[in-house]
């Protein structure tokens, strides 16, 4: 039986919609019988927060090997968020594609928007229910200060505003309800046509036959 080439998913949201959380009960879900997923681990520069684990959470780099990197081509798609770089890694992405796992990019839009030039994937946008639940959530992290929550939703009020360049939308107000909505996402993309044609040939062609 011949092994379906994976998915790409590109998934973006403001920083506090939940996307985070989501993705990784996602992941729970999916790979729950056998691995189905993989996130890419994405390389920055920034440091790394308390319990971070390098190789786990992100690739931690300094500036100028991100730069050199960057300059040989290696990153699929790199950007500056937060005054730090970040950018995922070309290889790891086609090898795990490659195995038929189905690959999840955690990117804002600017990211989104380069991989989307360089190579086919499906966007998924998420939104947080509302302005005042979303600066809520983002001060109930208890580590940024005014200035900085004012920023991030600055930034968000821009993040949001690309919703329209993605495939799928999902509303973050009901956490169950949201996860649900992304399964069937990502359940619906392993059925399309060329997908079951690799991953079922060996039975198409007996029914055909």
């Given amino acids: 039986m011949a092994t379906a080439i994976g998915n790409l998913f590109v998934v973006s949201a403001p920083s506090g919609a939940g996307k985070t959380s989501l993705m990784r009960a996602l992941e729970e879900r999916l790979n729950a019988e056998q691995p189905t997923v993989a996130f890419s681990v994405s390389t920055t520069t920034r ?24 300059s040989q081509g290696e990153f699929l798609e790199c950007a500056e968020v937060f005054d730090n770089y970040y950018g995922t890694s070309q290889a790891s992405v086609n090898a795990n594609l490659e195995a ?71 509303i973050n107000d009901d956490f169950d309800t949201a996860l649900e909505e992304l399964l069937s996402i990502f359940r619906s993309q392993r059925l399309r046509q060329p997908n079951q044609a690799a991953a079922q040939q060996a039975l198409i062609e007996s029914l055909l036959n």
């Fill in 47 to 70: 440091a790394p927060r308390p319990g971070e684990v390098d190789g786990v959470d992100y690739h931690f780099s300094s500036k100028d090997d991100f730069v050199a990197k960057r």
């Fill in 100 to 170: 038929g796992l189905d690959v999840i990019l955690e990117i804002d839009w600017q990211g989104a928007e380069q991989v989307r030039k360089a190579t086919d994937c499906i966007g998924v946008f998420i939104f947080p229910p509302s302005k005042t639940e979303l600066e809520s959530r983002l001060r109930g992290r208890g580590s940024d200060s005014d200035e900085v929550i004012a920023r991030r939703m600055r930034d968000a009020e821009s993040e949001m505003s690309h919703w329209k360049e993605f495939d799928f939308v999902v």
